[in-house]
């Protein structure tokens, strides 16, 4: 078997109004922090940085949480982190309040009505006494009248992935647990804004389909806490322990994406149907792998992998990541969550 080269990519979270439609016009840069785009966990991102790898889940439900003690905001989708970047909530005497909202309104080019029509490059609307997202300065803490300052460049490409009604957390350590307040890899919270707790029964094993009938599938498996977890529109459906095989190079992170069968595939022995194969995501090659293959460097309980194969269609995404994504480990992750870029995949 050859060896899974390493992709690139980096990993370190619906009602209203109708949006407003676009103006047309580029909205304004110079009063916003632009952002630097950094491949880092979010606990090291610093002021004006952003995290932004969308390709780790392609599709599913989003969910935002904005954390006030650290001053920065956390973007999942189908339950797995997609984005992250510092921001500036509100001043004293003017906080940002707590709570769950959804975006009521969407304006590329809005301009404050309440604040000497201060543009808000990116405007998402949270409540309409003047709480939004938008794209601002960041001087490095809360600074702003109420809003969440975002960075330009994280600001234009949050805009393109939400509509109206998707629910936006405001977190702190009061109101909110701490896994929420200080969330990680795996959205701590549903597309409703719950707080997820943990199964009941099962503990590290578990499988409850039931939770989600339908929606796309994620697979995540972190490495350093040796854990699958099986997502399905936004809900984590079932989890288990695995262990590692023997490997000459470090794990670090692969985004997979699963394919339809060849047309010549020989039958999977464990499931009798033509045998499927999963397309790297890699900045400068692609390569497809068998299950086979993939499995080979992993050993999970075989009526785990059986469940899991029952709900794994084409288009399912599967991220195998080094850092921990339990509560334990929210934001003290290693940056071995970031692969900068592809090996070339070796021959056979």
């Not at 969330?183 to 707790?197: K, R």
Request: charged share 15%.
């Amino acid at each position: 078997m050859r060896p899974l080269p390493t992709a690139c990519a980096a990993l370190a979270a619906l009602l209203a109004l109708p949006a407003v439609a676009a103006t047309g016009k580029q909205p304004p840069k110079h009063t916003s922090t632009i952002g630097t785009e950094k491949l880092v966990v979010p606990a090291k991102l610093q002021r004006g940085e952003y995290l932004w790898v969308p390709e780790v889940s392609p599709q599913g439900p989003v969910v935002m949480i904005v954390s006030l003690p650290e001053q920065k905001a956390y973007v999942y989708r189908n339950g797995v982190i997609i984005g992250a970047a510092t921001v500036s909530t509100g001043k004293k005497g003017k906080e940002t309040p707590t709570g769950v909202y959804t975006i009521l309104q969407k304006n590329e080019d809005h301009y404050s009505n309440l604040y000497n029509n201060a543009p808000m490059p990116y405007m998402q609307r949270l409540t309409w006494s003047g709480v939004a997202l938008h794209a601002g300065r960041l001087p490095g803490y809360a600074a702003s009248h109420g809003c969440v300052r975002l960075p330009y460049d994280f600001a234009q490409k949050l805009y393109g992935v939400t509509k109206t009604g998707l629910t936006v957390v405001v977190s702190d350590t009061k109101q909110f647990p701490v896994s929420v307040a200080h969330p990680g890899l795996v959205a701590p919270v549903t597309t409703t804004g719950a707080t997820v707790t943990e199964p009941a029964a099962g503990g590290d094993l578990f499988w409850r389909p039931e939770a989600a009938p339908e929606g796309p599938v994620t697979i995540l498996m972190t490495v350093e806490d040796r854990r699958i977890r099986v997502f399905r529109g936004g809900l984590e459906i079932g989890r288990a322990p695995f262990v590692l095989g023997a490997t000459q190079r470090p794990i670090t992170l692969h985004v997979l994406t699963r394919l339809e069968p060849a047309a010549d595939a020989a039958p999977d022995p464990a499931t009798g149907r033509p045998a499927a194969r999963w397309l790297m995501v890699s900045g400068r090659e692609e390569d497809t792998v068998s299950t086979e293959q993939l499995l080979g460097l992993f050993t999970i309980a075989p009526q785990f992998l059986a469940n899991v194969a029952g709900v794994v269609t084409p288009g399912t995404t599967l991220v195998v990541t080094q850092p921990a994504a339990n509560a334990a480990a929210r934001t003290t992750v290693t940056d071995n969550v970031v692969a900068v870029e592809a090996d070339t995949p070796s021959q056979d």
